[in-house]
């Protein structure tokens, strides 16, 4: 079968239900349209890789696909039809009125008009949010030749604030990681990483820190993690909490990603300070609270870090330091 049919070659088009239609009618533009925006969800598709935005953008392509084929045709479609559409639209229009309010629950209060560019992410997302406003603008024209049209304007409205603040979120948090690299060139001891730290240095410091801990009669849990931030020795003491596990592995891994302690770190990301909303964009893997102490070698290099938890946050941090200040480490 051939691709092409030759019908636009008198300027005319046909829907599903083999109606032509000249190319400039409104319902085509809407088409176009929802055409253009999809293939811009493609784009964006292609650039990122965690698995919650990908299933995000898979099934609103989905839906986008779903509104061309239902404003295709000149058939009403029958009550059953057109309750399942109703249905489906505001299940859909739900779910995205959750991703929304959770994306504003962090990013913070936008109290100006947005430069857009910040980063290829947000750029590609303020797009496609610009397509989907004209989209919702040509659907308002083709609702007036097409009466089952109106049903798509709440889910194709709510799109583009979804597709506005993942932009949002995506500048946030290239600003943050533009602090944090900031933040790193400047730190007094943020060089190069060294060789990782060894697994007898680690169980060295460990146990100093246990052993202390145990004149406290503080039952916690010690991790040693490497340069990288992966755990190398944990030290689970009788009767430690198991959130501790979690909190002393995520403090280590924080301290050395950030080479500073988290106790310093819990001071900068308040709000308005320069890494506030860190830890929302951290995968989990980042905890700024006190108890994580990087580890350097003698000059000045990181090679490990240590997270401590199960008292406050200062005990957790005396711990760590008592456990840094293992001869083997500085």
Known sequence: MSIYTKIGDKGQTML????????????IQALSTLDELNAHMGIIKSQIQDTESLADIKQIQKTIMTMM?????????????STSIDELFTEET?????????????????????A?????????????????????????????????????????????????????????EHSITEAVQDALK??????????????????????????????????????C????????????????LLVSYEAATAKAHTAAALKMPTRDLSKLVQPGQPFYGLEAIGNGKILPIGGGVP?????????????????????????ASIGRSNPSAS
Do not use: W
């Open 225 to 240: 993690c490497n340069a990288a931030g992966t755990p190398i020795a944990v030290h689970v003491m009788d009767g430690a």
């Open 295 to 319: 580890l350097f070698d003698q000059s000045k290099r990181l090679i490990g870090a240590i997270g401590v938890s199960g008292g406050t946050a200062e005990e957790d941090h005396d711990l």
């Open 69 to 81: 084929s239902i404003i295709s045709t000149t058939k009403k479609p029958n009550d059953h039809l």
């Open 116 to 172: 857009y560019g910040a980063c290829p992410k947000s750029a590609s997302f303020d797009l496609a949010r610009a397509v989907a406003r004209r989209a919702e603008t040509l659907l308002s024209q083709a609702a007036e030749v097409s009466s089952y049209v109106q049903g798509l304007f709440p889910y194709i409205n709510r799109l583009s604030d979804y597709l506005y603040m993942k932009a949002r979120y995506f500048d946030f």
């Open 16 to 27: 599903q239900d083999s109606t032509l239609i000249p190319k400039h009618h409104p319902v």
């Open 186 to 223: 400047s730190h007094s001891l943020a060089n190069e990483i060294a060789s990782e730290i060894t697994l007898t240095q680690a169980k060295a410091m460990l146990e100093k820190i246990e052993h202390q801990a145990k004149a406290l009669n503080l039952p916690v849990v010690a991790a």
């Open 94 to 114: 739900s779910a995205l009125e959750i991703k929304i309010d959770r994306l504003s629950s962090i990013v913070p209060p936008i109290k100006s008009f947005v």
